[in-house]
């Protein structure tokens, strides 16, 4: 019988959902009816196989709305409409352009509120501007690009021909572009050019001005994660604020009042990626359970997370960041914290600085051996000096956006920020060393042959096992 029904449903969604994508919609419907049926004899309680026939019923529903959105998107391939559009965006570049992300409102023909591309050579649209635009829809004839856009919510790309703006604005995506500009301009002034670009990308995901050195040195020196506003930021950002909140409330409801406000405005500030939402709503289910005087469980939470995310937008599943930082906080959350125990243990360490840097040292290794297959699958390399990277840069971005935090609290004071501003820039120039440093080695990336990724998968799943029946022997040991 099966104890943990939401990672169950999660695992029964991504079957479910890469049946449909390689298959199409009937056989999505045959897999749910199967698992429908399957739940009955695999749950122990039926509510419990009630709840996740109806999850399982919204999954189909879920699905059959994004196949119409994709089918909707093909037809308009090609032809040129003018639309009322709300940008939802700042502008970023890419290689021959800039776009800003739209979306559809009040467009009869169209789906209301479905997100597209916009791109255009110039133009002075800002994050929260509404407009009535003439567009023309590229065509999906590059399909790894067109999934790309999927994976993302982007339902289609479109390039800008004329528009105008109308004396509305959307108060929500304004607001939200005013919060990141104030953000910015807060150490717009005070740090370094170089500086000021990667601490954006890190604290925002703004990542437009970094230099394309620097962002292949970060993908060479395995620290793309660090460099993308992820679960990992908003961690550390929310534990800073829970610090202080802890200290200041004790009544446990309120508490969780402010944290629900506190990482929905984080959410929005990164934009909602798929990473930054998967964290918040990992946050907020560890936080409900100290209501009902309950642990929670770290498997059952992250596959409660993955089962909410993919109802919303079941395609996000084949998105590259949604995946990675799923398996990364599997990685850090469940597997890390016996191997850190079990190798301190063993090699029995008294040095506390030991103590210290060990764990970080086995922490980053594990997310990236956990992480690997995917890696190698999407790009064809493996980072040689990944670890070292991690272990040297770490620390420091933590410390980057713990500072970050103050000097936005802070930031009517120019006494109290200043100080703390120069000691950011400091921090982030020997981050930018470190990752230029390592990453512009040689040899700092190596092309990786197709079958690491079976090896790579098959040593994820040896650390499993060894942990999973170390635990079982230790548990009978103790009974007898």
């Not at 122990?44 to 109806?54: E, H, W, Y």
């Not at 994050?127 to 067109?146: R, S, T």
């Not at 939470?301 to 395609?315: N, Q």
Request: proline share 2%.
């Amino acid at each position: 019988m099966v104890k943990r029904s939401l990672l169950f449903t999660a695992v029964s969604f991504c079957f479910i959902i890469t049946a449909y994508k390689f298959f199409g919609l009937y056989t999505l419907l045959a897999l749910i009816f199967l698992a429908c049926g399957t739940t009955f004899l695999v749950f122990k309680r039926v509510r419990n196989a009630i709840l996740s026939t109806l999850i399982l019923l919204l999954l189909f529903a879920s699905v059959f709305s994004v196949n119409n959105k994709i089918q909707n998107s093909n037809e308009n391939a090609g032809k040129e409409y003018t639309l009322n559009l709300t940008v939802c965006s700042d502008s970023s570049r890419s290689s021959n352009s800039s776009f800003v992300t739209v979306k559809s409102e009040n467009n009869n023909g169209f789906y209301n509120g479905l997100k597209y591309n916009l791109y255009f050579k110039t133009s002075d649209l800002k994050c929260g501007d509404k407009i009535k635009a003439n567009v023309f829809f590229f065509d999906n004839d590059n399909k790894e690009l067109f999934d790309y856009s999927l994976s993302k919510q982007i339902y289609g790309n479109m390039w800008l021909k004329s528009y105008d703006k109308t004396d509305d604005k959307s108060i929500f995506y304004y607001s939200l572009g005013k919060i990141r500009l104030g953000i910015k301009n807060v150490f717009k002034n005070v740090l370094d050019k170089d500086t000021y670009n990667t601490l954006i990308a890190i604290l925002l995901g703004d990542k437009g001005n970094l230099d394309d050195t620097f962002s292949l040195n970060v993908k060479k020196s395995g620290v793309s994660h660090i460099m993308v506003v992820s679960g990992l930021h908003l961690s550390i950002i929310i534990g800073f604020l829970f610090f202080i909140i802890d200290r200041l409330i004790k009544n446990r409801f309120v508490g969780f009042f402010i944290s629900v406000i506190a990482v929905s405005l984080l959410c929005a500030i990164c934009g909602f990626t798929p990473s930054i939402i998967r964290a918040g709503l990992m946050y907020l289910l560890f936080a409900v359970a100290p209501l009902f005087n309950r642990d929670a469980d770290i498997l059952n939470t992250l596959g409660g997370a993955v089962t909410f995310i993919l109802l919303d937008e079941p395609l996000l599943l084949f998105n590259i960041s949604f995946q990675l930082s799923v398996i990364a906080v599997f990685a850090v959350l469940y597997v890390s914290p016996f191997y850190c125990e079990f190798i301190l243990e063993k090699l029995k360490i008294k040095s506390r600085a030991l103590i210290v840097i060990l764990p970080i040292v086995i922490v980053s290794l594990l997310a990236e051996i956990f992480t690997m297959p995917i890696i190698v699958y999407r790009f064809r390399f493996i980072s040689l000096v990944s670890p070292i990277t991690n272990v040297l840069i770490s620390f420091p971005v933590t410390l980057v956006l713990v500072f970050s935090v103050i000097a936005v609290i802070f930031s009517f004071s120019t006494a109290i920020i200043y100080p703390v501003l120069k000691l950011i820039n400091f921090i982030l120039k020997y981050v930018n060393f470190v990752i230029n440093t390592l990453g512009g080695l040689t040899y700092s990336a190596v092309t990786a042959p197709f079958y690491m990724i079976f090896v790579s998968l098959l040593f994820s799943v040896f650390l499993i096992l060894f942990m999973y029946f170390y635990k079982k022997g230790v548990e009978k040991s103790a009974r007898e």
